[in-house]
C-alpha cells in the first residue's frame, strides 16, 4: 500500500455554511473507538514522534494547518494538513511527526482503538528494527 493515503470528506454545504460528516467504517475504513485533538501548539513545538504497533489513525486539521512526516521505515512522506475536508490516514508501524502548526491549528485525530501506551514505539532505532523483521 502506498504511503500516503489521503481522504477526502465531501463538505456539505449550503447557504448557511460547511458540515463535515466523519463514520466509522464508513469514511474512514475502521471503527472509531476514541477522538482527540491538539490545539494551542506552542511556536516552533514539534510533535508525534512514535509509531503503533497495532492503531490506525486518520488526523485531519479543522482549522490552520500543519505539516506531518509520515516515514514506513523505508520511505519517507512530507504532507501537509490544510483543510478540514482533507484527512490521512496514519497506518499502524508508520512513524510520525507533526511539525509547523499554525497559531489556529486545531488537528483532530480519529482511533480504531483505546489508548494503549504499550501499544507506542517511541524509539526510532527501535521503530527501524521492527519493521525490518
Ligand atoms: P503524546 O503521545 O505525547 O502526544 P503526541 O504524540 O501528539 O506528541 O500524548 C501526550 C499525553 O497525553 C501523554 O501523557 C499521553 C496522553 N494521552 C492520553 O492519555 N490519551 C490519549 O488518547 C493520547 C493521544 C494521549
Given at each position: 500500500?502506498?504511503?500516503?493515503?489521503?481522504?477526502?470528506?465531501?463538505?456539505?454545504?449550503?447557504?448557511?455554511g460547511s458540515l463535515v460528516v466523519i463514520e466509522g467504517n464508513e469514511t474512514v475504513s475502521f471503527d472509531i473507538k476514541r477522538v482527540y485533538y491538539i490545539y494551542g501548539t506552542h511556536a516552533g513545538v514539534s510533535r508525534g514522534f512514535h509509531?503503533?504497533?497495532?492503531?490506525?489513525?486518520?488526523?485531519?486539521?479543522?482549522?490552520?494547518?500543519?505539516?506531518?512526516?509520515?516515514?514506513?521505515?523505508?520511505?519517507?512522506?512530507?504532507?501537509?494538513?490544510?483543510?478540514?475536508?482533507?484527512?490521512?490516514?496514519?497506518?499502524?508501524?508508520?512513524?510520525?511527526?507533526?511539525?509547523?502548526?499554525?497559531?489556529?491549528?486545531?488537528?483532530?485525530?480519529?482511533?480504531?482503538?483505546?489508548?494503549?501506551?504499550?501499544?507506542?514505539?517511541?524509539?526510532?532505532?527501535?521503530?527501524?528494527?521492527?519493521?525490518?523483521?
Amino acid at each position: 500500500m502506498s504511503l500516503v493515503k489521503f481522504i477526502e470528506f465531501p463538505a456539505l454545504g449550503d447557504s448557511r455554511g460547511s458540515l463535515v460528516v466523519i463514520e466509522g467504517n464508513e469514511t474512514v475504513s475502521f471503527d472509531i473507538k476514541r477522538v482527540y485533538y491538539i490545539y494551542g501548539t506552542h511556536a516552533g513545538v514539534s510533535r508525534g514522534f512514535h509509531a503503533h504497533k497495532e492503531l490506525k489513525q486518520v488526523a485531519v486539521c479543522i482549522a490552520g494547518k500543519c505539516n506531518m512526516l509520515l516515514d514506513n521505515g523505508a520511505e519517507k512522506s512530507k504532507v501537509l494538513l490544510d483543510s478540514p475536508t482533507k484527512g490521512v490516514l496514519i497506518d499502524d508501524m508508520i512513524w510520525h511527526e507533526m511539525h509547523d502548526f499554525s497559531d489556529d491549528c486545531v488537528l483532530l485525530v480519529l482511533a480504531s482503538e483505546h489508548y494503549d501506551e504499550s501499544d507506542y514505539i517511541r524509539e526510532y532505532d527501535q521503530f527501524r528494527e521492527a519493521v525490518k523483521l
